[in-house]
């Protein structure tokens, strides 16, 4: 078993649609969780990172269940600019700066 | 300010050679970490360097990859004896503190393309 797994669609879906990319982890003791975002033959950049609480940044919340090991992205009002692979990131020690990262899942926002 | 920078960007060569790859990070951050991707895959973590602690090895996949960082900043990704297995973009990342923690986002570089032949 991978130690983060996401689907790795692709999700295509029209211009304002709300979309939700889950990610499961297999390390429970696990600290630290993120969502960076890759365009396409670019480099990773953090999108951000999930608070136990839940956390909202503009059109994009992510939410954590430890109980469950998932973690979550919902995307409100897509834009086409929000084509992207979206890379679920996980911190396994909590005192190192080692992140596994899952394949990503990949976003088509039509018009 | 100036970002993580990485040379070459572009890297073709022959089975068996060697290949080094270089990476500098941001000016005063202490931490620096080397990943791989292979086409159609995630990231692959290599290695993290650490201040001047001994850097954790865990994720170079045999010995003919080795690592350095020398006074704190740049690094050097050595690849010896390469393998078509080998081909796939190189990236390198540095973070302030190191910690892996919620603060301490992780800086990547535009990638090295490796392309063994």
């Known amino acids: 078993r991978k130690e983060v797994e996401q689907d790795p669609g692709p999700f295509n879906v029209p211009e304002g649609a709300t979309v939700a990319f889950n990610c499961t982890y297999s390390?429970?003791?696990?600290?630290?969780f993120f969502w960076y975002r890759q365009d396409c033959r670019k480099e990773p950049k953090l999108l951000m990172s999930?608070?136990?609480s839940g956390n909202e940044d503009g059109r994009f919340t992510a939410q954590l269940n430890r109980a469950s090991q998932y973690i979550s992205l919902l995307i409100r009002d897509s834009k086409l600019s929000d084509s992207a692979t979206y890379l679920c990131?996980?911190?396994?020690?909590?005192?190192?700066?080692?992140?596994?990262f899952g394949q990503g899942t990949t976003l088509q926002v039509k018009p | 300010g100036a970002g993580v920078s990485q040379s070459p960007s572009n890297k073709v060569t022959e089975k068996g050679k060697d290949v080094e790859l270089r990476c500098d990070p941001i000016?005063?951050?202490?931490?620096l970490y080397w990943y791989r991707q292979s086409l159609g895959q995630g990231l692959e973590f290599l290695i993290y360097?650490?201040?001047?602690?001994?850097?954790?090895k865990s994720g170079l996949p045999s010995d003919r990859f080795s690592a350095e960082r020398t006074g704190g900043s740049v690094s050097t990704l050595t690849i010896q004896r390469t393998q078509q297995e080998d081909s796939a973009v190189y990236l390198c990342?540095?973070?302030?503190?190191?910690?892996?923690?919620?603060?301490?986002?992780?800086?990547f570089g535009p990638g090295t393309r490796l392309t063994v032949t």
């Open positions: 990131v996980v911190n396994p020690t909590g005192n190192t700066g080692k992140l596994i």
């Open positions: 990342a540095s973070s302030l503190a190191g910690t892996g923690g919620p603060k301490d986002e992780q800086y």
């Open positions: 390390n429970s003791a696990s600290q630290s």
């Open positions: 000016s005063g951050h202490t931490a």
């Open positions: 360097f650490q201040g001047n602690s001994a850097p954790d």
């Open positions: 999930v608070y136990s």
